[in-house]
């Protein structure tokens, strides 16, 4: 960003000799509005009809192919529909409320963007406390949560909104002690900083640095779903129990703002799994070309973040929503303790190596090898017996 700055000053774009505050202002801005409108917004549309078709194909269906290629364009005829829809408001809420809390959920989702490391040149800003901005203002979205289920006046949007208060009060703690494990080894709470200590080999990642951030990677996640109202943690709509929980009342555009803001909510929940645990943008160096690495770069972190995706879909596709009491006992009772725990146990390793152990390093890759290949030796095999019993299914 400092580049650009430094491009349109000298430039001459905005006249001669133009104030810092000024340039820097506005390229702030032109890159913000870019970011939202060309990447986040679409990005949100696209996963609807991604998470679709993972869904069908893990449940044998078929899922939207019509609207299309292959059903792409679904989402787009969705979003226009749901624009041309009346918006209403009920008698009873509080208008004002009502209507503010789906842009206070967008917001919650639009700013992380800010601080997201795409490359080592891509990011709007690199805050030196960004990864602390980026759960900070994600919190928010229980607010506009909250918000919804008060004002609308109804005891369905209510009780969605109180579960996921404390939902996402609870989740945000074991997610919070995850988090530190890494900044306790790097010394730094800024995004690029954090990515710049890690390598592209999976042995001089984060997750594999000791069996703690192996743990803490896994606790993050978890918490991250939870916050995020994702399967099998959508408490705050639970349509079988709450009709559609805090936005039962909501109808047309604004009803789409906060499913729009939870699919996008993936890619910030895969960006902070990706710059933690995984290395980030970090990719190997086969250019001296800032344009081509900057490029790979980018390529190389989308990749772990869209594959973090795909297995939140996954999980979605695969497991049942659990109770409200299983909910609350598995954060408080397991995820908070062994956070608490990860905790002291990477002040130990830290205080022991504080350089890292690379031995370590190979081990722990060495482990999650061996665990990915029992994963999907099992995944094959339900695979093979899903087919068998399609094939010997007697025809009634």
Known sequence: MQQLIEYVIASGMLGKNPPYQIVAAVVVLLASAFVVLVVALPFAGIVTWVERRVWARIQSRIGPNRVGPQGFLQWLADGIKLICKEDIVPTDADPHLFKLAPYLVMLAWILPWAVMPFSSALILADLNVGILYMTAVTAVTVVGILMAGWSSNDKWSLIGGIRSAAQIISYEIPAGLSIFPVVMMTGTLSMERI??????????????????????????????????????FDLPE?????????????????????????????????????????????????????????????IVFNAKVLFLVFLSMWIRG??????????????????????FAN????????????????????????????LVVLFMRRVIYYLRRARMELYFRPNI
């Open 195 to 232: 990515i710049k200590a890690q390598g592209w080999t999976p042995q001089h990642w984060f997750l594999f640095a000791n069996p703690f951030c192996f743990i803490a990677a896994g606790i993050l996640f978890v918490s991250a779903l939870a916050e995020g109202n994702r399967t099998p």
């Open 238 to 298: 639970a349509e079988s129990e709450l009709v559609a929980g805090f936005a039962t009342e909501y109808s047309g555009m604004r009803y789409s703002l906060f499913f729009m803001a939870e699919w996008g909510n993936l890619f910030i929940i895969g960006a902070i799994i990706a710059t933690l645990f995984l290395g980030g943008w970090q990719a190997p160096r086969v250019s001296a070309d800032p344009v081509v690495m900057n490029i790979l770069q980018l």
């Open 318 to 339: 695969t497991l049942p929503r659990i109770r409200i009491d299983q909910l609350v006992t598995v954060c408080w009772k397991y995820l908070v303790p062994i956070a």
């Open 343 to 370: 905790l002291i146990g990477t002040a130990v390793w830290v205080a022991l190596w504080p350089e890292g152990n690379s031995v370590m390093g190979y081990l722990m890759v060495a482990l999650g090898a061996a």
